[in-house]
């Protein structure tokens, strides 16, 4: 019997260290479809972020950081853009996907959205209803 479970422990073990390798596939610095900035994801207890860690365009006209502008809280209009999160609350759902919310500074409006690994590159799809968008970003 204990050889038994021996056995099963050592053929179970690689999949559960696969499963966690797989759910963080999604670590990393990866740049956007347009070029235009860089978004670190990571892991915080158990569900994924992404921060803006580069763009492009850093600062205004006025040589000031480029801020929150279009964000509809008063508040956070005047937060910079960079460093900022805008992938929150990602959980892996075991199915390769992971689900959470992407906020997009551009019109201040934050979708619903699934990520995904397909090959080198990661599937980032943003949600509006039954409307939904797909970008490809890829390794930085």
Request: charged share 30%; proline share 4%; aromatic share 12%.
């Amino acid at each position: 019997m204990k050889k038994q479970i021996a056995l099963l422990i050592f053929f179970l073990l690689p999949l559960s260290n696969f499963a966690a390798t797989n759910a963080e596939a999604i670590l990393g610095t990866w740049l956007t479809e347009i070029k235009d900035a860089k978004v670190e994801i990571y892991k915080k207890g158990s569900k994924f972020h992404g921060r803006v860690v580069w763009i492009s365009e850093p600062n205004d006209d006025n040589g000031k950081p480029v801020l929150d502008k279009e964000n509809p809280n008063a508040n956070l209009k005047t937060r910079p853009i960079l460093r900022m999160d805008i992938l929150t609350g990602f959980v892996y759902d075991n199915d390769g996907e992971w689900d959470g919310k992407i906020y997009d500074p551009k019109d201040g409006k934050s979708y619903t959205c699934k990520l995904w690994v397909e090959g080198s590159t990661l599937k980032v799809r943003g949600y509006l209803g039954w409307l939904f968008d797909t970008k490809t970003w890829t390794k930085a």
